[in-house]
């Protein structure tokens, strides 16, 4: 069975702060989604990446994939406070495209 | 953009009654999901789907079964609502070989 982690599970930074948040997960895979979720809403697709060194970048955050160390990261760069959200990576292990969720990492991002 | 919906934000049901949550996809996706959303849990996933009349089994399906008439709907059914299915359910879509799943707003429901 596929398991996906991720660290840290909270997370809460002072605005300005860069961190980064880490996704493992234990088999193979080429394929990792990252989605946001701010509270009592959906998720919000944020990445996709969809090979080994992918890596993408939308405003404030950076998300990379090496599928040899089967790691992902998402790198939020000088944080503000509309960051704050519940961060929730995705692998697909390609078989009928059913997703595989991390815990989530809940970051709050203090002024 | 691909917009998928849920019949209801809200829905209150008491113990042992029939609970229908219904999900529609615009943008003719063969993959249609129902997850339910538990703190401390994650995501974990009920069913899916890849076509019409066509149904797996995901991590949790016990005390649920799911209806794929048409392509564009696909309804979670909870037989005899119990108190611990109070959570939140979300329905999502995708592209066979594309992955990219979306998300509808989801609904929540709780049982008394």
């Known amino acids: 069975e596929l398991k996906v982690e991720q660290n840290p599970l909270f997370l809460s930074m002072q605005e300005g702060k860069n961190y980064t948040i880490y996704c493992n997960y234990s088999?193979?895979?080429?394929?990792l989604y990252w989605y946001r979720q701010d509270p009592g809403k959906s998720l919000e697709s944020l990445f996709v990446l969809l090979s080994n060194g992918a890596v993408k970048q939308e405003g404030r955050l950076m998300a990379s994939l090496d599928t040899k160390a089967r790691l992902s990261t998402l790198h939020i760069t000088a944080a503000v406070h509309d960051l704050s959200a519940t961060y929730f990576c995705a692998v697909d292990m390609d078989t009928g495209n059913q997703f595989y969720f991390g815990t989530g990492t809940s970051l709050t991002v203090i002024p | 953009d691909v917009k998928v919906t849920q019949s209801s934000r809200y829905l209150v049901k008491r113990t042992g009654e029939k609970v229908f949550l219904e999900c529609v996809q615009d943008?003719?996706?063969?993959?249609m999901f129902w997850y339910r959303q538990d703190p401390g849990l994650g995501l974990r996933l009920i069913y899916f789907?890849?076509?019409?009349?066509?149904?797996e089994k995901g991590d949790i399906p016990e005390g649920y079964s799911v209806s794929r008439e048409k392509k564009e709907r696909f309804s979670l059914i909870l037989e005899s609502a119990s108190t611990n299915q109070t959570s939140m359910y979300l329905c999502?879509?995708?592209?066979?070989?594309?992955?990219?799943?979306?998300f509808g707003p989801g609904t929540r429901l709780t049982v008394l």
């Open positions: 999502a879509s995708s592209l066979v070989g594309d992955g990219e799943q979306f």
């Open positions: 789907s890849y076509d019409v009349k066509m149904k």
């Open positions: 943008m003719d996706h063969e993959n």
């Open positions: 088999t193979t895979s080429d394929r």
